[in-house]
């Protein structure tokens, strides 16, 4: 009977160190593995996150932008004309894009033809109104002058957010469209109390309440919807970008640079704001520049204020 020796079973040090480089090797494609799943998973979460932020950039845009529409019936050149007895001209409605339609004026001079291009918020273009509002309705209302009135908004920003130059503009297009009789009382009327620049402005229910002041009857509801809606909003911007970038039909000047910019016959009036007496004067000798190149039958010519 023999007995064997006692065995060693344990790993020789060339398997030990085969078995930690397997175990390492291991290891490490595990690892790779690991960072190739969170690398999928990470761009995966960027690919989301990045689709959520473009998906709120393209609402938040396309909420702001107002579909293209066509501009108000009545101001197919941009502005609204008001002739003898304050009787406005009928016009159909701009077309999205559409060129505007300049106005036919008295090319003889025997009426004078006062254009205005105004802004709201402008606190000169209130002076102004103040000043020879009345003025320019009694000359329009005898018959001695037309009156074309160009809302724009040049002052959008100047209004702590709220756009209260661009609101009031749609707001004067919605009652040119639906109730044009009532135009220039309700363009008096947005003079009156008017807000400071950079202040927020009227919020649209003190407009309305503006819109039933002035003594509109027609259409209130649609009229109120309108300035809600903000319909005539892609007009307005278009008509301010026309009056800046020009030209200017039958103008002695190529573009509007600033508001009020005021026309008659054609030639801009440069001067005082405030002087009722001064605008007649320019408004008369407007009309006899113009008169005197024609032999027109005279009518009643505009006076100056008393």
Not at 75 to 92: F, K, Q, R, Y
Not at 280 to 289: C, K, N, P
Request: charged share 20%.
């Amino acid at each position: 009977m023999s007995f064997d020796g006692p065995r060693d079973d344990r790993p020789t040090k060339n398997q030990r160190r085969e078995a930690a480089r397997l175990k390492a090797r291991q290891l490490r494609e595990d690892q790779k593995k690991k960072e190739r799943r969170n690398r999928v998973l990470l761009q995966g979460g960027i690919i989301v996150v990045s689709l959520a932020i473009v998906t709120i950039v393209v609402l938040a845009i396309t909420s702001s932008i107002h579909p293209a529409g066509p501009g108000p019936k009545n101001m197919a050149s941009d502005g609204i004309l008001i002739g003898a007895g304050m009787e406005p001209v009928s016009t159909p409605a701009l077309q999205p894009k559409a060129t505007p339609v300049a106005s036919k004026t008295d090319e003889t001079g025997t009426v004078a033809s006062i254009r205005i291009y105004l802004d709201y918020l402008c606190p000169y273009c209130g002076q102004f109104e103040k000043t020879n509002g009345e003025q320019i309705k009694q000359w329009v209302t005898s018959g001695a002058a037309t009156v074309e009135i160009h809302p724009i908004s040049l002052l959008t920003s100047k209004s702590a957010g709220t756009q209260y130059s661009l609101r009031a503009a749609n707001a004067a297009a919605c009652v040119a469209n639906y109730s044009p009789d009532d135009f220039y009382a309700f363009n008096q009327e947005l003079f009156k109390d008017q807000p400071e620049e950079g202040s927020a402005g009227l919020d649209d229910s003190q407009i309305k309440k503006l819109v039933k002041t002035a003594g509109v009857t027609t259409d209130v509801s649609k009229i109120n919807d309108c300035i809600d809606d903000l319909t005539f909003k892609s007009w307005v911007l278009d008509a301010t970008d026309r009056a800046l970038t020009g030209p200017l039909p039958n103008a002695s000047i190529p573009s509007v640079t600033g508001t009020p910019t005021v026309l008659v016959n054609g030639k801009q009036y440069l001067g005082s704001l405030d002087d009722p007496k001064e605008f007649a004067s320019f408004v008369l000798q407007a009309a006899g520049e113009t008169y005197s190149t024609s032999t027109a039958t005279p009518t009643p010519k505009p006076t100056a204020a008393s």
